[in-house]
């Protein structure tokens, strides 16, 4: 076997999904246009000091207007699946009450082109871009917020129910709830960590509401999901102190959704260990029945593996009552233009634990890709041989779980374009597209053709 795969290369699973992914605030711009008021992101990256080099979404990739240019630019790549977020502030801008039938045709306009594209839309409803009126009443640390999101779910599925294949609840929950409201380096900024916790709730709470808004309101049987960045979490050693760290970090970073998602319980050490923070008796009677409510699939978003030991973490840290315990190490060898480390073994980890631990749970990678610096020729080509390497690399990780059997049905790569990189603003490029933002051309990457070939031959080359 090993023997036949270095000869052919590593071929996928026959109608394995092949899709790259992109959010709205990250790529749409046209942040005052056609009724779309503030987000948080737009009030945070408005805040000097808060996104690098002052960058905003006000404009970001244009994608708003040169929409039919990218839906293009996939279809030269042959993907077969597209994973866009819907701007909650484009379609319902205050949060609350009837919607915005200008937002709303964007993405009529979108997932048209793309069925036309011969590509499947797969819409993730919260990409992290609140109304920013919903977090002037208390955002997602106040309940009624959870509430808010299943009436816009069921808003436009009953738009847009007709011509979405896949639905998404929420993008990486961990980020929304710790990165906005326990470190503060992501919108709203708030630096509380008790309130942090309310939010995590309230996400698998909404999660859940959405989850049956959805259901109530689209038009036939749809895919729908929830896509978690789940920590490939590693012990700095074999220690009973180190392992402890690790146990938390999964506890606050994991268990904290997919218990209530897919078991409907809190994880009874994860109460334990915030006790100092609170009593959790926001929690009410039924809501875990709600967060459970059955999906049909995970998405799991993985850049690399979160190595830990016992100690302190610096403060305000995202990691909410684990700030005295738990010391991150950077895990070793290579890094990306972002600095985290290069380490496709963690993602085959993730997917062999998940394999276990819920085994009738298909799942999708909905994010996977990196930042690198990349180089232009006198010819004006873009060359990311980095990044092609770091990609090959975990798609033969992604491989080797399949032939595990773990049952994946698709990957998405971040990203498309170049875009909004939150708060490091443009100065981290993601894309297989380069945009020059002065312009908002866009070239293809060297890697933009290494996936079209990984796409269409459904596998990776024999390297
Ligand atoms: C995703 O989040 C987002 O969904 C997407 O919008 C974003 O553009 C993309 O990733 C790239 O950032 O400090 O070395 O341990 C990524 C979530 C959480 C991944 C924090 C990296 C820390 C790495 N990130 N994690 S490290």
Request: no cysteine; charged share 15%; aromatic share 18%.
């Given at each position: 076997r090993p023997q036949a795969r270095a000869e052919s290369g590593l071929t996928f699973p026959t109608g394995f999904r092949w899709g790259t992914a992109t959010a709205a605030y990250q790529i749409e711009?046209?942040?005052?246009?056609?009724?779309r008021t503030p987000s948080i992101w737009d009030v945070f990256s408005r805040t000097p000091g808060k996104v690098r080099n002052g960058d905003t979404g006000d404009i970001a990739a244009d994608h708003y207007h040169r929409m039919r240019e990218d839906v293009a630019l996939m279809r030269d790549l042959g993907v077969s699946d597209y994973r866009f977020s819907v701007s909650w502030s484009r379609v319902q801008p205050t949060g609350r009450?009837?919607?915005v039938q200008k937002g709303l045709d964007f993405y009529r306009r979108l997932t048209d082109e793309l069925r036309e594209a011969g590509i499947r839309p797969v819409a993730t409803?919260?990409?992290?871009?609140?109304?920013q009126e919903l977090e002037a009443a208390g955002g997602w640390p106040h309940r009624e917020t959870a509430e808010r999101f299943a009436d816009y779910a069921g808003l436009v599925a009953g738009a847009l129910g007709d011509r979405v294949a896949t639905w998404t609840t929420l993008n990486e929950p961990w980020c929304a709830a710790y990165l906005g409201?326990?470190?503060?380096?992501?919108?709203?900024?708030?630096?509380e960590p008790a309130a942090a916790l309310r939010a995590a709730h309230h996400f698998n709470l909404g999660h859940g509401l959405a989850v049956r808004a959805l259901r109530a309101a689209l038009p036939g049987p749809a895919e729908v999901s929830l896509t978690l960045n789940l920590h490939a979490v590693r012990p700095l050693s074999g220690s009973e102190a180190d392992r402890d760290a690790a146990r938390r970090i999964d506890a606050l970073g994991n268990r904290v959704f997919l218990d209530p998602v897919f078991h409907g319980r809190l994880p009874e050490d994860l109460v334990a260990d915030t006790a100092a923070l609170t009593d959790w008796s926001f929690v009410r009677d039924g809501d875990l029945a709600v967060a459970s409510e059955p999906i049909d699939s995970l998405g799991i978003n993985y850049y690399s593996p979160t190595v830990v030991g016992a100690g302190v973490s610096e403060s305000p840290s995202p990691w909410p009552g684990a700030e005295d315990r738990v010391r991150f190490e950077p895990a070793p060898g290579p890094r990306t233009a972002m600095d985290w480390p290069v380490d496709p073994d963690g993602l085959y980890e993730l997917l062999v634990r998940l394999r276990d631990e819920l085994p009738h749970v298909p799942l999708v990678i909905t994010e996977n890709g990196a930042a690198y610096d990349d180089y232009a020729d006198p010819s004006g080509a873009v060359h990311d041989p980095e990044r092609v390497a770091y990609l090959h690399a975990h798609l033969a990780a992604v491989h080797r779980a399949l032939a595990d059997g773990v049952d994946v049905r698709g990957y998405f790569l971040w990203s498309l374009l170049d875009n909004f990189?939150?708060?490091?603003?443009?100065?981290?490029r993601f894309g297989i597209v380069h945009v020059?933002?002065?312009?908002?051309r866009r070239t293809p990457k060297d890697s933009a053709r290494w996936y079209a070939r990984v796409v269409a031959r459904n596998g990776l080359a024999a390297s």
């Open positions: 711009g046209a942040a005052a246009e056609d009724g009450g009837p919607a409803l919260y990409h992290w871009d609140l109304p409201y326990a470190s503060g380096v992501h919108a709203p900024g708030r630096t990189e939150w708060a490091y603003g443009y100065g981290k020059d933002f002065a312009t908002q």
